[in-house]
């Protein structure tokens, strides 16, 4: 079943609780990422991620529209084509940027689908919108700090 046909079936109460349950499971990500982390560097970039993600899950939970006013940066898109680690204990802080940013985008796409699949109602449209950007927010974060960690020319 596709999200647009799962959506379809669903009631707003239980959308907004499929968005809570996708950040939960991002702040529980970038929390064993922060707790893995090789370097102070790293733990407070995730400490940070753990921040955003639960302030989205507040938001989702209070409906709070106005959090997200922000026009979203450009999609860098430095880890669309690298592959995606599988997570595990022994990460890198490499694999964990690289990981991290393609949830994010992922995330994105699901809050642009719901953003699209609400066109008829401006609140939901532009509540949806927004959240999307900032998943962007956090995509381009995380690829910005893979671009100066890993990319720089020597």
């Not at 407070?44 to 006013?69: G, R």
């Given at each position: ?11 707003m ?6 968005c ?76 964990i ?58």
């Open positions: 079943m596709s999200l647009k046909q799962q959506i379809d079936s669903m009631n109460n239980e959308i907004v609780d499929l809570i349950d996708q950040e939960q499971q991002a702040i529980h990500l970038y929390t064993m990422a922060r707790d893995q982390a090789k370097d102070e560097h790293a733990a407070i970039k995730f400490q940070e991620l753990v921040d955003m993600e639960t302030a989205h899950k507040v938001a989702l939970q209070k409906f709070e529209l106005e959090n997200y006013l922000d026009l979203p940066p450009a999609d860098l898109k430095v880890t669309d084509y690298l592959m995606e680690p599988v997570f595990n204990e022994n990460l890198s802080t490499q694999e940027l690289i990981l991290a940013a393609k949830r994010e985008d992922k995330t994105a796409k699901m809050y642009q689908d719901l953003a699209n699949h609400f066109t008829s109602d401006k609140k939901l449209n532009t509540f949806f919108q927004m959240m999307a950007d900032e998943e962007l927010r956090h995509k381009h974060n995380l690829e910005t700090e893979y671009e100066k960690e890993f990319l720089q020319e020597g």
